[in-house]
């Protein structure tokens, strides 16, 4: 079942604004019981960041949308698993960096080619300094030619801006690890470009 289909069938009930940090708790007690207008207001609240991580893990928007709804009705079938140890939307965007990370792993696997691109203002900002126009098309295909972990911490430190700290907690590696394969990146991006 979709979650937006158990959002629906228990929906009948004001709007529910979008939570402070406290009042996350009390909406997570209350979805854990069945709540679906309470999940619902979760779900606004963070799907906006995890289809972001999720499209810039695959590029390919159709596989971000689902394993953003993946994500989202693993989260909603294991929420009172949830020991609310982290945040609601630590959890969440691990479970779709996961999915997003699985899902290139098993496509490499089955010897698919996986389609990937970049941010589109990553594009321009290398057009902007790159003279012929295949240099921006190498850069593109050199970020595809990344192993899947290599990729993931690329993306998330150089095009998203996160932190070590904050890769590592979200893919469940060491700092120490996230820095490793962002060297590792950098390093097979710089050979692939010459």
Not at 180 to 191: C, D, E, N, V, Y
Request: aromatic share 6%; hydrophobic share 45%; with cysteine.
């Amino acid at each position: 079942m979709h979650m937006e289909t158990a959002v629906r069938r228990s929906e009948p009930g004001p709007e529910l604004p979008v939570p402070a940090a406290a009042d996350e708790a009390a909406l997570l007690a209350r979805a854990a019981r069945g709540d679906g207008a309470a999940f619902a207001v979760l779900y606004r609240e963070h799907v906006g960041r995890v289809f972001g991580l999720c499209l810039r893990l695959t590029a390919d928007r159709a596989l971000a949308e689902e394993h953003t709804q993946e994500s989202f009705v693993r989260a909603w079938e294991n929420l009172g698993r949830f020991r609310a140890e982290a945040a609601f939307g630590t959890w969440i965007y691990r479970i779709a960096a996961n999915l997003a990370l699985g899902g290139l792993r098993d496509r490499n696997r089955r010897g698919l080619k996986v389609v990937q691109g970049l941010d589109q203002s990553l594009v321009e900002a290398v057009a902007e300094q790159a003279s012929p126009p295949h240099e921006v098309i190498d850069l593109e295909r050199a970020i595809e030619a990344l192993p899947p972990g290599a990729r993931a911490v690329f993306v998330l430190h150089d095009v998203e801006g996160w932190q070590h700290d904050e890769i590592a907690e979200q893919l469940g590696l060491a700092v120490g690890t996230s820095k490793a394969q962002l060297h590792r990146a950098r390093r097979l991006l710089r050979r692939r470009l010459g």
